[in-house]
């Protein structure tokens, strides 16, 4: 049995969505849901996380001035990719550009992320701050990791260990990780299947990796997508 190419498939449905568009919304109050996963990156752009220290946000441009500010910025990034990787497919499909608009009309995207807070940043190579138990350690525009200093620790450099210690540290898992819900009022999107949705979620998640926020964060990421 011959496999059926995925572009194919979505232009199809988008076609046919495009067709029945006016009686293609489910009755309102009901949506269909899936959740996605990313996980898998191990350093963050420096707008993923924030600082409540005012020195900190002058001397680093680009950084959070708030927890909400950082959650923000993942929302924006992880629903513009894929809204982009739906658009393409529709503009593929030759679908004019108010059934494009509709179509993603009837998609909403929830996004829930952690956004690790920089009491202090450092390079490398620089002592920690004995006053900050979290120095995030930056190297150009990127978050690398965390330099601990507690007061067992005298470490004159992050990266200097200190006998069987070392003050350098990942960075928190609970950081590392991005979730979200698709939800669509659209009765065809709907049908959809959890392979299909898997293949959007990876195509916008392989996009956003090729990004100016996600050159060498997102390329080692993994999208997965729940549900049967």
């Not at 752009?45 to 900190?56: E, G, K, L, Q, T």
């Not at 450092?122 to 990791?145: H, Y």
């Not at 939800?183 to 709907?190: D, L, V």
Request: charged share 20%; net charge positive.
């Amino acid at each position: 049995m011959m496999r059926l190419d995925f572009d194919h498939i979505i232009i199809s449905l988008l076609v046919t969505i495009s067709i029945v568009l006016g009686c293609g919304v489910m009755p309102p109050g009901q949506a269909s849901t899936r959740t996605f996963n990313v996980t898998g990156f191990t350093t963050l752009p420096i707008a993923m996380v924030y600082s409540r220290v005012a020195d900190v946000r002058t001397r680093i441009s680009g950084i959070g001035i708030s927890e909400a500010g950082a959650r923000g910025f993942v929302e924006r990034i992880v629903m513009q990719t894929l809204f982009d990787v739906l658009e393409r497919q529709a503009r593929s499909a030759l679908l004019p550009d108010a059934i494009i608009t509709a179509i993603l009309s009837q998609l909403t995207v929830q996004i829930s992320y952690k956004p690790m807070d920089c009491l202090m940043v450092v390079k490398p190579e620089d002592k920690p701050a004995k006053d900050k138990e979290r120095n995030c350690i930056i190297v150009s525009d990127t978050v690398t990791g965390i330099c601990y200093a507690p007061k067992q620790r005298r470490a004159k450099k992050c990266t200097e260990a200190n006998g069987k210690e070392t003050s350098v540290e990942a960075i928190p898992i609970e950081h590392l990780s991005i979730s979200g819900i698709l939800s669509t009022t659209n009765f065809i999107m709907e049908s959809w299947s959890k392979a299909m949705w898997q293949r959007v979620v990876h195509r916008a998640l392989r996009m956003l990796a090729s990004s100016p926020y996600g050159t060498h964060h997102f390329f080692s990421a993994k999208a997965t997508v729940g549900g049967n």
